[in-house]
């Protein structure tokens, strides 16, 4: 007989307002004391403790407007928050400080979420959705200096740019763009030549969220559909669908495959967390503790597997932290 789904190990509660962005730092001087960033609807940026379970800082820095992305950039104190204010702000909270010290406007007033990569020591890419509807730019920082703009070919009618994932295959190749579209395609973006290397159909709706795991060349999407698209990457960087998976209900706010590409996690309208194995797609859970949508999903990436969370932030102003299959 299957075990009964856990309950949360706990729920972090102070945010005020809905959920829709967390990142876990587990590196720095205390590798088992992890840092999770919350970024919520009233325009905050929260850092929890937990250890105490408490918000330890919580920085204003978008004026209000929602927060949809959180990333640390090498470390604990180097941080990256993106806003409906049109603004993704870069900020220094070593020894104490939580000021901003940079910002770019991105003049997009879409939900996509930006992506990061790290090219170099201390040189990062950022895709953005661009001013342009249809437009993904591609910035290096610190510098700012623009990389490429990604432009669909004419009269391809991709719509914008949903959820984008920077990656490469390793630190000195080639870095690529997985970008999902509100047509429900799939584009994979060469970003030295600005051209689309190949696109793919997954969804019949806009593409919400979509994760790659560039090791099996294989990665998943969703949308606001029942369907989970899962594809690959062949030799010749063809997307192609590998398998689809029906769910029982509609949309999908987040996917996340946790960084062992053991198990992935997806945030659902229907205010629970599905955990599934990557390697078949078998259903492992569903956590069902949020009393609204589940907007976002993040694993910690902890050295020692035990330790492993899983964070989910809802609608319902909470955050819930698990720990789920974390034997290897």
């Known amino acids: 007989m299957a075990l009964p789904p856990p309950d949360p190990q706990f729920v972090l509660r102070g945010t005020g307002a809905a959920v829709h962005a967390l990142h876990f730092s587990c590196g720095g001087q205390e590798p088992d004391v992890p840092v999770l960033f ?25 004026g209000g407007k929602s927060v949809c992305c959180v990333e640390t950039m090498g470390g604990k104190t180097r941080l990256l928050s993106q806003g409906r204010d049109q603004r993704i702000c870069l900020w220094d909270l070593a020894e104490g400080r939580t000021s901003v010290t940079d910002s770019v406007f991105t003049e997009n007033v879409g939900f996509c979420r930006c992506s ?6 201390g040189r990062w890419l950022m895709a953005m959705a661009a001013k342009a509807l249809e437009e993904v730019q591609v910035l290096e920082l610190p510098s700012k200096t623009s990389v490429c703009t990604l432009k669909p070919a004419v009269g391809a009618k991709l719509g914008m740019p949903m ?18 579209y509100e047509d429900g395609s799939v584009v994979l973006w060469n970003l030295s030549t600005g051209k689309a290397l190949s696109q793919l159909a997954c969804h019949e709706e806009p593409v919400m969220s979509l994760d790659f795991d560039s090791e099996k060349a294989k990665g998943i999407s969703g949308s606001s559909e ?4 899962i594809w690959s990457l062949n030799e010749q960087q063809n ?3 590998y398998k689809t998976h029906k769910l029982v209900n509609a949309g999908i706010s987040d996917i996340t495959i946790r ?4 198990i992935l996690a997806t945030a659902g ?27 976002c999903v993040s694993f910690s990436d902890h050295r020692n597997p035990r330790d492993r969370l899983l964070a989910a932030g809802s609608k319902d102003h909470r955050i819930s932290i698990w720990s789920i299959y974390t034997q290897t």
């Open 116 to 121: 990061l990569l790290e090219v170099a020591a």
């Open 38 to 62: 919350s970024g919520s609807e009233n325009g905050f940026v929260h850092v929890w403790n937990l250890k105490t379970h408490r918000v330890d800082t919580a920085l204003d820095g978008h």
């Open 239 to 241: 997307l192609q669908v």
């Open 269 to 295: 309208w229907d205010h629970r967390i599905r955990i599934f194995g990557w390697k078949k797609l078998k259903p492992l859970a569903v956590l069902d503790y949020h009393t609204a949508t589940v907007h």
């Open 259 to 262: 960084p062992d590409k053991k």
């Open 226 to 229: 029942k369907v989970l698209s």
């Open 163 to 180: 959820c984008l994932k920077l990656w490469q295959l390793n630190c000195g190749s080639q870095p690529l763009l997985l970008a999902g």
